[in-house]
């Protein structure tokens, strides 16, 4: 869909030529093949989007885009004729090949396009050879520039202005480019912090067109927003940016409870900061949560990893071990990792270290990363004459490590051996109650 509303592009587009070292760096033998061979087939190639954005901040791309006057068809030939290995086609509708060339570097290729019918997150493309139009269906102006490989900047809509002035602008008419695709409204977000330097600049109408159409997020699929949201936790602002984002309504779309809690969540965020200290991105979810109920709504929305998951779980369990009165600060810490089974103590060590972050228990932090776990006396082995149930073994297992842990690590295997029949008589208890 071209917006009619689209503002003013310059005459010549073509408004400098790139020297930098970042401009040079992406020149490796594969690149070099691809170009050629674009060339031979007199096809116009350019890298497109976010490298060139971050090559003009002075920074080295980790990944590269491009974008081609050549069709799908015409690549695949293109490729084939030359004995390029495609890898897939899954992209090809929308006009994107990746080829593989020496077995060793991977270029996805994408047909200049127009989006002639957009649902929110998917569009049907028709297939141009008009740079312009193509990037008039860019999201924002930073990433609608091209870069050719002779270091010529295409900028047809003043991306680099913006980029130079920090200002993060939509192309065109700001409601129709969210209404295209609805994650563009956390994609607004992670590029403010991609290249803002401070966190309240926001532009007033582009906050109210989010906030206008924000309930389109229910179509954006919960893994999309989850990528977003993570980039954005990683980045500067974590904090502001995210109660930006729930002040527009964006919460319940994330998975969010009615009622978050935010001043927890700020109080865990700016704490870390302090600290100087950076919480894994679930982490600085969790303060907003009262329950597991509420992690698992989460989960539920955003389709977390089992590691985010899991984590986010421990976290909720765990958070309040600073306030149970102990005269061994540390013990509770090493009772969450030392109860595990013996292949699960690095697991659980980090998420310790975690909680003890999220705490801003600095000092402990430091006393646990030096514990040496120590090797337990018992095994189920020796248990296995003394304990009436095989698969009570692990429970009675677990009940010693506690022990031994109050102790101070400090009883003989005889000594802790000496306590089984009193906990098989209790486990038995549970089981009749």
């Known amino acids: 869909m071209v917006d009619e509303t689209l503002p003013p592009s310059r005459a010549d587009p073509v408004i400098a030529k790139l020297d930098s070292p970042e401009f040079f760096s992406l020149f490796t033998s594969e690149l070099n093949i691809l170009?050629?061979?674009?060339?031979?087939?007199?096809?116009?190639?350019?890298?497109?989007?976010?490298?060139?954005?971050?090559?003009?901040?002075?920074?080295?791309?980790?990944?590269?885009?491009f974008a081609t006057t050549a069709t799908p068809d015409q690549m695949k030939e293109m490729f084939e004729k030359e004995e390029i290995r495609i890898l897939n086609v899954k992209g090809e509708k929308h006009g994107t090949i990746t080829a593989r060339i020496n077995d060793k570097e991977n270029f996805e290729v994408t047909t200049l396009r127009i989006d002639n019918i957009t649902d929110g997150r998917h569009a049907e493309v028709?297939?141009?050879?008009?740079?312009?139009?193509?990037?008039?269906?860019?999201?924002?102006?930073i990433n609608s520039m091209f870069l050719d490989f002779n270091g010529k900047l295409y900028d047809y809509f003043y991306g680099y202005d913006d980029l130079k002035n920090k200002k993060v602008i939509f192309v065109g008419n700001v409601n129709t480019r969210i209404c295209e695709d609805y994650l563009r409204i956390l994609r607004y977000f992670r590029f403010y912090g991609k290249i803002m330097d401070s966190p309240d600049q926001h532009d007033e109408a582009t906050i109210k067109a989010i906030k206008d159409n924000v309930n389109g997020l229910q179509l954006i699929s919960g893994e999309r927003i989850w990528s977003e949201w993570y980039k954005i936790l990683t980045g500067k602002f974590a904090l502001e940016l995210t109660l930006k984002m729930l002040e527009c309504g964006?919460?319940?779309?994330?998975?969010l409870p009615e009622n978050p809690n935010i001043e927890n969540f700020?109080?865990?965020?700016?704490?870390?900061?302090?600290?100087?200290?950076?919480?894994?991105?679930?982490?600085?979810?969790?303060?907003?949560?009262?329950d597991e109920q509420e992690v698992m709504d989460v989960h539920g929305r955003l389709k977390l990893s089992n590691a985010d998951r899991d984590l986010a779980l421990f976290l909720v369990r765990y958070r309040e071990c600073t306030h149970i009165p102990c005269e061994r600060p540390l013990k509770p810490y090493q009772q969450l990792v030392f109860t595990q089974q013996t292949n699960r103590y690095d697991v659980y060590r980090e998420y310790v270290k975690e909680i003890l972050k999220y705490q801003g228990a600095m000092e402990l932090l430091d006393e646990f990363e030096k514990w040496v776990i120590p090797k337990f006396p018992i095994n189920g082995i020796m248990l296995k004459d003394l304990v009436p149930h095989p698969k009570m073994i692990g429970k009675v297992i677990t009940e010693l490590k506690k022990i031994w842990i109050n102790d101070?690590?400090?009883?003989?295997?005889?000594?802790?051996?000496?306590?089984?029949?009193?906990?098989?008589?209790?486990?038995?208890?549970?089981?009749?109650?």
């Open 408 to 433: 101070d690590f400090k009883n003989t295997n005889s000594e802790l051996i000496d306590h089984v029949p009193c906990i098989i008589n209790r486990l038995n208890n549970k089981i009749t109650q």
């Open 35 to 65: 170009v050629n061979l674009f060339q031979k087939y007199d096809y116009e190639l350019r890298i497109a989007g976010g490298a060139v954005r971050d090559i003009l901040m002075n920074k080295y791309p980790k990944d590269l885009d």
């Open 266 to 290: 700020q109080i865990v965020c700016r704490r870390a900061s302090s600290n100087d200290v950076a919480l894994k991105p679930i982490s600085m979810i969790v303060p907003m949560l009262k």
């Open 250 to 255: 964006c919460g319940k779309y994330m998975g």
């Open 126 to 141: 028709e297939f141009t050879k008009d740079w312009k139009l193509d990037a008039c269906r860019r999201d924002l102006t």
